[in-house]
């Protein structure tokens, strides 16, 4: 109860400050009453599907609009309030000298001033039409990107080799057929040798899958095959389960769907792919990430490999790359990673910038990384989770190409 009490209570301080915000700049009645009717509804619902959230259950596509219009809704009003605050502390500093020189021809507080409402106001635009954006139309661009990494120790025949990488669908959060499909048709055009997924197929039930089974059936099968590994949401962690029992039958029912998609899922274990007398590995292991759980096994997935081998390591946490691939006496040429989706909110233009508050908690959160002839890329995910939508970071189809030489500077 206390933390409701808390939260509606921060609640009632956002609306205050922006209220006043408003009243600075607007004086029709009939504008005030339209905001406080909408924001009446909208913390109303927001309050109830909170309440009433039920963790056998988990993420919804309610829950998600929830999510995002608790964002769209309180971060512009979370910065104009900070911003009206300061301005508060400044007048309440003025009052207190007005107050000691004995000034009796002013209040003690002065009036708020319309430029610093103005500011505030347009300051918290920028986030709300983001964050709009983000779940009209963001959710759903799709970007390929591509990239070209050289190894001196490419095996002849894979010179040239092109890899199509994919993450974190998250097809439980879905709600338009036709992007989806234009997403697959992306995938398609890109004509890659190879085809990899790591990881998070689902929010948590093999179910949410169900409606996309054929869709995701259609990726086209490359030259060298479809190959996956799981993510920490494969495991139904999130949820409570009424039994053990339920949960295993549902992880098995998520290990199946790569079956049905035709994907060949890797299970701490590798595959040798072979061209002529020429051949790479394939290392896939389960999931292994700082927080997240430690079911990826590393040495067992790669038994039998030596440091010779040209090996592609699959795990869906770049922070087992952080903590234990890079470092490992085996050398693994080209870790692929997902799982952080780039926090799905942040600022990049190619070049200039690339920023996200996910890069306070992951070292290699967005794109290549390399120690020591050692690669990392990290896919910004296919689909989306919690906040409904994208901003700033978009969906992602990597397209990886694999040539013999040293690294071009």
């Not at 007048?91 to 002013?106: I, P, Q, Y």
């Not at 390591?313 to 770049?318: A, E, I, K, N, T």
């Not at 087992?320 to 799905?344: A, P, V, Y």
């Amino acid at each position: 109860m206390l933390r409701w009490i808390i939260f509606l209570l921060f609640v009632a301080i956002l609306e205050i400050y922006a209220f006043q915000a408003f009243r600075t700049l607007v004086k029709s009645k009939w504008f005030f009453i339209f905001y406080y009717v909408t924001s009446a509804v909208a913390i109303a619902f927001i309050v109830y599907q909170l309440f009433h959230f039920d963790r056998k259950v988990g993420q919804t596509p309610k829950t998600m609009l929830t999510f995002g219009l608790l964002l769209l809704l309180y971060l512009p009003k979370l910065l104009l309030t900070i911003i009206l605050f300061g301005e508060d502390l400044v007048r309440f500093v003025m009052g207190l000298f007005s107050w000691a020189t004995k000034n009796t021809s002013e209040s003690f507080l002065p009036e708020r001033r319309k430029f610093v409402s103005q500011v505030a106001l347009g300051i918290a635009a920028i986030p709300f039409v983001s964050l709009l954006y983000g779940v009209t139309l963001g959710k759903y661009n799709f970007k390929v990107i591509k990239q070209t990494l050289f190894f001196p120790d490419l095996p002849d025949a894979f010179d040239g080799t092109t890899i199509t990488h994919i993450s974190d669908i998250h097809s439980g959060s879905f709600d338009d057929e036709a992007k989806i499909q234009y997403a697959i048709d992306l995938i398609n055009a890109q004509n890659s040798d190879l085809v990899l997924f790591t990881g998070d197929i689902v929010n948590t039930h093999a179910k949410e899958m169900d409606p996309w089974i054929d869709t995701f059936k259609g990726i086209h099968a490359p030259k060298y095959g479809k190959y996956s590994i799981l993510g920490n949401h494969d495991y139904g962690e999130y949820v409570e389960w009424n039994s053990s029992a339920e949960k295993q039958a549902n992880f098995e029912a998520i290990k199946d769907i790569h079956r049905k998609i035709d994907f060949k899922l890797l299970l701490n274990e590798h595959i040798k792919i072979e061209n002529g007398q020429h051949q790479i590995a394939l290392v896939g292991v389960e999931n292994w990430g700082r927080k997240f759980g430690e079911r990826g096994d590393l040495n067992l997935a790669a038994e039998g490999l030596t440091k010779e081998d040209f090996k592609i390591v699959m795990s869906h946490d770049p922070s087992h790359w952080d903590e234990k691939i890079q470092h490992h006496e085996n050398h693994f040429h080209l870790t692929l990673s997902g799982h952080t989706h780039g926090m799905q909110f942040g600022i990049e233009i190619p070049g200039w910038i690339k920023w996200s508050p996910v890069q306070y908690v992951y070292k290699q959160w967005a794109g290549l990384y390399e120690n020591a002839g050692k690669y990392i890329y990290v896919n910004r995910g296919f689909g989306f989770h919690a906040y409904p939508g994208r901003v700033g970071i978009m969906p992602e189809i990597t397209v990886i190409e694999l040539k013999k030489g040293e690294k071009v500077v």
